[in-house]
């Protein structure tokens, strides 16, 4: 099965400035979608950005980007300009473009905390 | 953007009992459904797969007589928690994939049921 690892449990952030969370995986498979999910206060599961394996343009989302390595199989979401609302557990997750399942798996999670 | 609810958004039972969660999708047709489990400060464990019209799939370790998955239709699916325990007590998020022709057939999450179990 596929693993998807995300090394950073906590990061902290000032208004304002930069911040990078780091997710790594694990697959066989050369076709397969990544994403990064938010997930705040409320638990509601919110989209952030995909990001197609087949394409090799980084996906940018406004103020959100990924660094796609699909060599080492990296996958970084970059924050810009973080605002106090960014503040939330953001999940790295797979899903396989070929596989009947479809089904995601999920990083452990990072919690972001913006600090004003 | 596709709309998926869940009902009810938290329930408190007896230990015992057994609680129904609802999962609908509210502006599009979703031939499968996910439930996922989430304890505190974790990620989420998938827990099924629930495809309209036919039985789920159940993850490894996961009791199917337990946790009871129905997907009558293409809007609605449903899990019940039978004779619900204090370690059943989490947050149950459910998923729904749209069925159209969208290359990478997103799922749009519920907002989840909290459970506990006294």
């Known amino acids: 099965a596929q693993t998807v690892t995300q090394s950073q449990p906590e990061m902290s952030v000032q208004e304002a400035e930069t911040v990078t969370l780091s997710c790594t995986y694990d697959?066989?498979?050369?076709?397969?979608?990544l994403f990064w999910y938010k997930q705040p206060p409320s638990r509601q599961m919110i989209l952030v950005i995909r990001q197609e394996a087949y394409k090799q343009q980084n996906a940018t989302e406004n103020r959100f980007s990924v660094n796609f390595q699909k060599a080492a199989k990296s996958f970084s979401l970059k924050i810009s300009d973080s605002q106090l609302g960014d503040a939330a557990m953001y999940f790295c997750a797979y899903r396989s473009a070929v596989s009947t399942g479809n089904q995601f798996y999920f990083g452990t999670g990072t919690s972001l905390t913006v600090i004003p | 953007g596709a709309v998926v609810s869940q009902h009810p958004s938290w329930v408190i039972c007896k230990s015992g009992t057994s609680v129904k969660i609802e999962c609908r999708s509210l502006?599009?047709?979703?031939?499968?459904m996910f439930w996922y489990r989430q304890f505190p400060k974790q990620s989420l464990m998938l827990m099924a797969t629930s495809n309209e019209g036919s039985k789920a799939t159940y993850e490894q370790g996961v009791e199917k007589d337990k946790f009871l998955i129905n997907h009558a239709s293409l809007t609605l699916s449903t899990l019940t928690v039978t004779s619900a325990h204090p370690e059943d007590s989490s947050f149950y998020i459910c998923?729904?994939?749209?069925?159209?022709?969208?290359?990478?057939?997103?799922?749009?999450f519920g907002p989840g049921t909290r459970l506990t179990v006294l």
């Open positions: 998923s729904a994939r749209y069925s159209g022709s969208k290359a990478y057939n997103e799922q749009f």
């Open positions: 697959t066989s498979e050369s076709d397969y979608y």
């Open positions: 502006d599009f047709q979703a031939t499968t």
